[in-house]
């Protein structure tokens, strides 16, 4: 397992921030690519902006309005990571970007602003609201993590905002499972896994199964976590092996066993465990 305790405290595989993520798996060139090309943008429509007037004008700042709002969004999370978000974007970019002197966008909203206008100022809004959404969830998991123990009411808190926040929900569920709450925990961790799509929530939930006897059901939380992610721990499988033990499935416990020492070698229960099933 990871971190403090008897829990799996999740995987870090988002930087939680959008440039710091490109940064990370694109590399300083891939990071500087992408900065010249937005510059490039943001310059070419400041310029635009300057010789526009009346409804295109307002049009274009709209969309600007839009941009700013997920990149505001995406130093919190990773939006342009989801489908609607980065529509959004992009959107807002077509209506933005620099174009020729006299070309179709600085023809937009002649006579008034038109649905493109509309759209825009309607992008911006929508993208503004989960910029907001955003920074008001990663503000409660900020103030329940360095919290501890005392985290759990900024973590609900935040929960009653955005309930469908995963990651809200799996560090609820780590703070309830390290104070032996299991079947609070067993909540959380369900929603973790509805929405984080984390595989350390469903070792949690094994955990707690294997806690409580139900190891059928350990088995198969078990199982469906390390289909997704079967190599980057070995405790889950000294924890598969354990409850396939006490189901008196010896050959599978063995089999789990041996994968857990293949991937650390010093775990020191996979290897009892083993020594015990031979």
Same mark, same amino acid.
């Given at each position: 397992?990871?971190?403090?305790?008897?829990?799996?405290?999740?995987?870090?595989?988002?930087?939680?921030?959008?440039?710091?993520?490109?940064?990370?798996?694109?590399?300083?060139?891939?990071?500087?690519?992408?900065?010249?090309?937005?510059?490039? +943008?943001?310059? *070419?429509?400041?310029?635009?902006? =300057?010789?526009? !007037? #009346? @409804?295109?004008? &307002?049009? /274009?700042? %709209? $969309?600007?309005?839009?941009?700013?709002?997920?990149?505001?969004?995406?130093?919190?999370?990773?939006?342009?990571?989801?489908?609607?978000?980065?529509?959004?974007?992009?959107?807002?970019?077509?209506?933005?970007?620099?174009?020729?002197?006299?070309?179709?966008?600085?023809? +937009?909203?002649? *006579?008034?602003?038109?649905?493109? =206008?509309?759209? !825009? #100022? @309607?992008?911006? &809004?929508? /993208?503004? %609201? $989960?910029?907001?959404?955003?920074?008001?969830?990663?503000?409660?998991?900020?103030?329940?993590?360095?919290?501890?123990?005392?985290?759990?009411?900024?973590?609900?808190?935040?929960?009653?905002?955005?309930?469908?926040?995963?990651?809200?929900?799996?560090?609820?569920?780590? +703070?309830?499972?390290?104070?032996?709450?299991?079947?609070?925990?067993?909540?959380?961790?369900?929603?973790?896994?509805?929405?984080?799509?984390?595989?350390?929530?469903?070792?949690?939930?094994?955990?707690?199964?294997?806690?409580?006897?139900?190891?059928?059901?350990?088995?198969?939380?078990?199982?469906?976590?390390?289909?997704?992610?079967?190599?980057?721990?070995?405790?889950?499988?000294?924890?598969?092996?354990?409850?396939?033990?006490?189901?008196?499935?010896?050959?599978?416990?063995?089999?789990?066993?041996?994968?857990?020492?293949?991937?650390?070698?010093?775990?020191?229960?996979?290897?009892?465990?083993?020594?015990?099933?031979?």
């Amino acid at each position: 397992r990871t971190g403090a305790g008897p829990a799996y405290a999740g995987m870090t595989r988002e930087a939680h921030n959008d440039a710091l993520q490109l940064l990370a798996e694109r590399g300083l060139l891939g990071a500087v690519a992408w900065l010249v090309a937005f510059g490039w +943008l943001a310059w *070419g429509a400041a310029r635009r902006l =300057g010789r526009l !007037a #009346g @409804a295109p004008r &307002i049009e /274009a700042a %709209a $969309a600007w309005g839009a941009v700013a709002a997920v990149l505001v969004e995406s130093c919190f999370g990773f939006p342009l990571r989801v489908f609607p978000t980065a529509a959004v974007l992009l959107w807002a970019l077509a209506v933005a970007a620099p174009g020729p002197r006299g070309g179709p966008f600085d023809k +937009l909203g002649a *006579g008034g602003p038109g649905w493109i =206008g509309w759209t !825009a #100022g @309607a992008c911006a &809004i929508v /993208a503004l %609201a $989960a910029a907001c959404r955003s920074l008001v969830a990663e503000t409660a998991l900020g103030r329940g993590m360095t919290a501890g123990a005392r985290g759990e009411p900024a973590l609900r808190a935040g929960l009653q905002r955005q309930p469908r926040h995963g990651e809200l929900h799996f560090r609820l569920g780590l +703070l309830l499972l390290r104070e032996g709450r299991l079947d609070e925990a067993a909540l959380e961790f369900e929603g973790a896994a509805r929405w984080f799509h984390d595989p350390d929530a469903l070792f949690n939930l094994g955990f707690i199964a294997l806690q409580q006897h139900r190891y059928e059901d350990a088995v198969t939380r078990f199982r469906a976590g390390l289909v997704l992610y079967p190599d980057y721990n070995a405790a889950p499988w000294a924890d598969l092996a354990a409850a396939l033990a006490a189901l008196g499935r010896r050959a599978e416990a063995r089999e789990a066993a041996e994968r857990a020492l293949a991937i650390d070698p010093g775990l020191a229960r996979a290897a009892s465990l083993l020594s015990r099933l031979r």
